[in-house]
């Protein structure tokens, strides 16, 4: 039996209720990158900057660079395939308990209902093999 631990699980259904909103938190990323705060000169003597002024490359390279926008990408992916690669009944656990704003029902409510075409036990190991697989795929690995 698959087992994962309380806190990877506990990552990974984070990542997993973030899912919905990630292209509007890369999208505003690429904004705060693409026009950061201004710095205030304090340097009333003059003499010159020893930053160059190229906007558009410094801000090509910031974004290859910025962890967190790596991070968001890499999660956005790792989700997109792990989805990809499930089956039917398993996409729809998926989208209940954690892409619904609401879920409407638990994952027993899934199998009662007949929402999915599983008993409960088998819902529990397909959500608990889907988050094993994400987790993987994010590289949180076990101890």
Same mark, same amino acid.
Do not use: W
């Given at each position: 039996? /698959? %087992?994962?631990?309380?806190? %990877? ?12 909103? %990630? ?19 304090? /340097? ?23 962890? *967190?926008? *790596? ?45 999915? /075409?599983?008993? %409960? ?5 397909? *959500? ?16």
């Amino acid at each position: 039996m /698959n %087992i994962i631990r309380s806190d %990877i699980r506990n990552r990974c259904e984070n990542v997993l209720k973030d899912y919905p909103h %990630i292209d509007e938190y890369i999208k505003e990323r690429k904004l705060e990158l693409a026009y950061p705060p201004k710095e205030i000169d304090e /340097n009333v003597g003059g003499g010159k900057s020893s930053k160059v002024s190229r906007p558009q490359e410094t801000y090509v390279v910031t974004l290859d660079q910025d962890m *967190r926008l *790596r991070m968001l990408e890499r999660q956005k992916s790792a989700v997109t395939d792990c989805y990809l690669a499930t089956d039917k009944d398993t996409r729809t656990i998926v989208d209940e308990l954690y892409f619904k704003e609401h879920p409407t029902y638990t994952i027993s409510g899934l199998s009662i209902q007949h929402k999915v /075409n599983v008993s %409960i036990a088998t819902a529990k190991r397909m *959500r608990t093999k889907f988050l094993l697989d994400l987790s993987q795929k994010l590289g949180m690995f076990e101890p």
